[in-house]
C-alpha cells in the first residue's frame, strides 16, 4: 500500500510538472504578446480619433470655403449688400428680440484676395442681448470683421429717461464687415 501511495504521488507529482510545462509551451509569451496588441489597439484607437476629429474640421473648412468663397468678383456673394447676408442678420436679430434701427450698406473695399463689405447697424437692445448677438455672429459661417461698436449712453440719456426701465434697452452703433475670399485666377505653366 505504502508503494502504491508513493507510486500515485509521484505520477501525480510527473502530472503536475507535465501540466506546467504543457502551459509554459502553450501559453507561453502569450499575456506578453497580448499586452502589446493591447498597446497597438490603444494607439490605433487614437489614430482613428485624430483622424475623425480632422474630418470633422475638415467639414467646417469646406463650410467655410462654401459660405465665403466667390468664383469672381461679380459673383453674388461679392454683390453690394449681400441679400442673403442681411436677410440672416435680420433673423439673428428677431430671434434674440433686437431692435433694428438702420442699417447701412457701404461700398465694397477690394484687399488683396478678398473682399470687405462693410456694413453700419443701428440697433437697439440691453448688454446680454448684445452678447448673445455677437456670440451668433462669431458662430455664423459667414466671415464677419466686427471693426467696431459704440454704446450710446451719455449723461443727457440718463437725464431724459423717465423710468429705469427705459436705461435697460441701449441705442448701439455696429461697424462691421463680410469677407468674401475671390478665387485666384492661376496660370498654367
Not at 109 to 137: H, S, V, W
Request: proline share 3%; charged share 25%.
Amino acid at each position: 500500500m505504502k508503494s502504491r501511495n508513493n507510486i500515485m504521488t509521484l505520477v501525480l507529482f510527473g502530472l503536475s510538472i507535465l501540466f506546467w510545462m504543457n502551459q509554459d509551451w502553450q501559453i507561453g509569451d502569450k499575456p506578453l504578446e497580448l499586452k502589446v496588441l493591447e498597446m497597438e489597439q490603444q494607439e490605433l484607437n487614437e489614430q482613428l480619433i485624430s483622424a475623425q476629429i480632422l474630418a470633422n474640421k475638415l467639414d467646417q473648412v469646406y463650410t467655410l470655403f462654401d459660405e465665403n468663397l466667390a468664383l469672381s468678383k461679380k459673383d453674388s456673394l461679392a454683390e453690394d449688400a449681400s441679400i442673403p447676408f442681411l436677410k440672416n442678420l435680420a433673423e439673428t436679430m428677431n430671434n434674440l428680440d433686437i431692435s433694428l434701427l438702420n442699417v447701412k450698406p457701404r461700398p465694397i473695399e477690394e484687399q488683396g484676395n478678398f473682399l470687405r463689405t462693410p456694413y453700419e447697424l443701428i440697433i437697439k437692445c440691453t448688454y446680454d442681448q448684445l452678447g448673445k448677438f455677437m456670440a451668433e455672429i462669431e458662430r455664423s459661417p459667414r466671415l464677419i470683421s466686427i471693426n467696431e461698436f459704440h454704446v450710446k449712453n451719455g449723461i443727457e440719456r440718463v437725464k431724459r429717461t423717465t423710468t429705469e426701465e427705459d436705461l435697460l434697452e441701449q441705442v448701439v452703433e455696429i461697424h462691421l464687415a463680410t469677407l468674401t475670399l475671390v478665387k485666384s485666377k492661376t496660370k498654367a505653366i
